[in-house]
């Protein structure tokens, strides 16, 4: 068995049929089946069942996806240290927000890419937290306040956000004061999730209301100006519509606490070498522009 033979395997896996891990892989379906029937034939089992609505693995085909994946792993962070210094090559997959990760880290990518013309760069966007592990990213970048779980995380940067209303919105219901105040307002909300507020150095966790849910930040920020409710929003969505009026802060005496931008990664000793460099570029760009993420420069 070769290396081709267990990323096939792999994407075959993730993607749930051969002919979306074909595009993913670049190649023609025919290849991958001949690799997955190779693979199959060298180990003695079945690992894929194939389906009129793709492919699904068999119970060996699970167990043998996670060995599969971590052997691939190893093998490319083996190539790269044989590569002249700083070159990379191989697949970078990484998840990004949708709502500002076109705009705010897709040209940290793009200069990536630029820089290593032997890497290939692999970004899906989207507001959902994806399972790095079972969907095979190599990383994610997430932005806000990281739930607990086995996922290693680096901080790249501040992501400042306030509490906001549209003027109309303020005109014909009032501005809350307070949290107990907030609770009786109409809040724009992911889904059903608590928001955190600072009262001194204390922090008050409040439970908010609303008929107007989504799950991306724009159309949160849309909602806002169209005078739904309250957004809890970062202010590199909402920066230009409060410096126009647009939107106002409320309750500034109550601002969320300091939030951060994060690039995570599967548990493991050491990160690849393309997770390194990317995290680093993430670094740079952040912190070379400060106004863009709402904090002081």
Known sequence: ????????????????????????????????????????????????????????????????????????????????????????????????????????FAPVLAQLAHRHPQLRVDASYSDRFVDLIAEGFDCAIRVGYLEDSSLIAKRIGPVAGKLVASPDYIAAHGAPETPDELVAHQALMQGTESWQLMDGDKIVTVQPQGRFKADNGIALTGAAVAGLGIGYLPDCLTHELVSTGALVPVMTRYPPPPAGAYVVRPPGQHPARKVRILTEMLIEHMGGNPQLWGCDP
């Not at 074909?22 to 089992?45: D, M, N, P, Q, T």
């Not at 009129?52 to 792993?73: D, K, S, Y």
């Not at 093998?75 to 002249?84: C, D, H, S, V």
Request: no cysteine.
């Open 1 to 104: 068995m070769d290396i081709e033979e267990l990323q096939t395997f792999v994407e075959v896996a993730d993607t749930g049929g051969v002919s979306a891990a074909a595009r993913r892989l670049g190649i023609s379906k025919s290849i991958v089946s001949r690799r997955l029937f190779k693979l199959e034939a060298e180990l003695g089992v079945q690992l894929v069942a194939r389906t009129t609505r793709g492919a699904a693995l068999t119970e060996a085909g699970v167990t043998f996806r996670e060995h599969a994946a971590r052997i691939g792993a190893e093998i490319e962070m083996a190539r790269e240290t044989l590569l002249p210094a700083g070159e990379l090559r191989g697949r970078l997959r990484i998840a990004m927000p949708l709502s500002f990760g076109p705009t705010h």
